[in-house]
């Protein structure tokens, strides 16, 4: 349930691109501000079976963190959940990226990952990386 009350229980899929980005304007340009203002880190270890990049919270500036907190916040109450190497996440979907955080109260989550959308395929309630 959101701070508004209501459940989120999948991608609003229903809603247009157009639609979204009208009724979410203001929080869409805070979310491309905040990740287009500092660089990503790509995950190395990661690269043949899961490639995403991510922020560490402690390595921001101030203002870059606090907007972290905000993120990982909207994510966790307008995203969607799936599970992917059998571990649910919360996952927000934004222009052709998947991001999303490993599950700790907002207070313990110091890592936002990113992945490209078209690196992965959503199976049921799954997402599976797409190798091809």
């Not at 701070?3 to 229903?14: L, N, Q």
């Not at 936002?112 to 797409?130: A, E, H, P, T, W």
Request: proline residues 3%; glycine residues 6%; contains cysteine.
């Amino acid at each position: 349930m959101n701070k508004m009350g209501f459940t989120y229980v999948e991608p609003a899929s229903y809603i247009s691109e157009e639609m979204k980005e009208i009724l979410f304007a203001e929080d869409y340009e805070r979310i491309r501000a905040f990740v287009s203002k500092y660089p990503w880190t790509f995950a190395k270890t990661y690269a043949k079976f899961a490639p995403h990049e991510y922020y560490v919270k402690d390595e921001l500036d101030e203002h870059g963190q606090a907007e972290f907190v905000w993120f990982v916040e909207y994510i966790r109450d307008n995203g969607f959940d799936c599970k992917f190497a059998g571990k649910e996440y919360t996952y927000f979907e934004l222009d052709g990226h998947y991001y999303w955080t490993m599950g700790e109260p907002i207070e313990e989550t110091i890592i936002l990952n990113r992945c490209d959308k078209d690196n992965y395929v959503i199976q049921g309630k799954s997402m599976v990386f797409n190798k091809s």
